[in-house]
């Protein structure tokens, strides 16, 4: 056998001990995908789909890692463990974390029960990093109840977030108010729980009503496009499909589908945080009973696929000096105008096909 190999073996005998300095090294070859990271995530793979994933998102300054410390307490008042995973900015200088979400969670971050990861966007688009979902399969490996995954703050992009966890908290503050019409669209698809934080100033109330406003006539218009086209115009007649969201969602009953809460905290104060707590365990509850947590967990194995595929095809397609030679050869044609990038691209991939499916690794063996 070989070094790594016993080295690896090592590695998981230790993280299955639970051991922390097992979990540190195995999130660092993860993250940075060292070697043997796809193997040491495969073996973390039947150990995985146990913990709630809960992703904290919003504008920078909302109040985003005040809240997840509270929510981290409140967990830990339970006897439940907690894995979080904060994303900073990346450092100019280092290229790593900036660690400004790690700095204020201090206060819970010595707790034994609690491990937080800064992570560095590292120019990664939707405000989380590309390894953020490979680091949460790590942490719900190790056995943690709860993950929170705190975003680098919210845009019209960076919706990523709701594609990792099973449910998303959009943290807002009065001052959100204007921004929030250059938001909505994407904040109405991934909120599950609303909190307009820092609710002691002026305007709080002014934006819970506003988000009631837009919630309801988001249900409304959904209601009536399915009414619409299925011939239901009076009132009460809506089928039971009615505020479907999408063509991937789950049958649900007008009444018990689910409408994102629109609650205020101050949470400096821990002020409102038992009632974000009972709307997660609501709104986790709903998608039980639905069947969605099981459609939304589905969603991201399908996506983990796909992100390993392009991962794959990356590594094989532009690792091999013959695929960037042969693309040099075609740039005269492209500049003419005799060929165009799709053909390009067409003619590549043809070419590609045994080193896209791993033939061309074996012939060399």
């Not at 909505?184 to 909120?191: C, P, R």
């Not at 063509?247 to 821990?270: C, K, N, Y």
């Not at 709307?279 to 399908?302: I, K, N, T, V």
Request: one cysteine or more; proline letters at 3%.
């Amino acid at each position: 056998m070989s070094a790594g190999a016993k080295g690896a073996d090592q590695l998981l005998a230790d993280f299955t001990a639970r051991k922390p300095v097992a979990l540190a090294r195995a999130i660092s070859i993860v993250e940075n995908h060292r070697p043997g990271f796809d193997r040491l995530l495969a073996a973390l793979h039947g150990r995985t789909g146990r913990a709630r994933r809960i992703g904290i998102t919003g504008p920078p300054g909302a109040g985003k890692s005040t809240i997840a410390t509270q929510l981290i307490r409140a967990f830990r008042s339970r006897d439940l463990t907690v894995g979080v995973i904060a994303v900073d900015p990346t450092s100019t200088f280092t290229g790593g974390a900036l660690l400004g979400d790690r700095i204020r969670m201090e206060s819970v971050a010595l707790d034994s029960g609690v491990y937080i990861r800064s992570l560095a966007t590292r120019g990664a688009l939707g405000g989380l990093t590309a390894t953020t979902r490979e680091v949460a399969d790590v942490l719900d490996a190790y056995g943690f109840d709860r993950i929170l995954i705190e975003t680098v703050g919210v845009g019209q992009s960076e919706l990523e977030v709701a594609r990792t966890a099973d449910s998303c908290v959009v943290v807002l503050v009065p001052e959100s108010g204007d921004a929030i019409q250059t938001l909505k669209a994407g904040l109405m698809e991934i909120a599950d729980v609303f909190v307009v934080n820092k609710a002691d100033r002026p305007g709080a109330d002014r934006l819970k009503m506003e988000l009631k406003v837009m919630l309801q006539l988001r249900s409304s218009r959904l209601r009536g496009s399915r009414d619409a086209a299925r011939g239901l115009h009076s009132a009460g007649l809506a089928d039971s499909h009615a505020l479907g969201a999408s063509a991937g969602d789950a049958p649900a009953d007008v009444a018990s589908r689910w409408l994102p809460p629109v609650l205020t905290t101050v949470a400096a104060e821990g002020t409102g945080i038992p009632d974000v707590l009972g709307a997660l365990d609501s709104h986790h509850e709903y998608l039980s009973d639905s069947g969605q947590l099981a459609e939304r967990r589905r969603a991201r194995l399908r996506a983990r696929v796909a992100d390993v595929v392009d991962l794959k095809v990356r590594s094989r397609l532009w690792g091999d000096a013959g695929t960037e030679a042969w693309v040099d050869t075609q740039l005269a044609a492209l500049e003419s105008g005799e060929t165009t990038p799709f053909d390009v691209a067409d003619a590549l991939l043809s070419r590609s096909a045994r080193l896209l499916t791993g033939e061309a690794d074996d012939l060399h063996r």
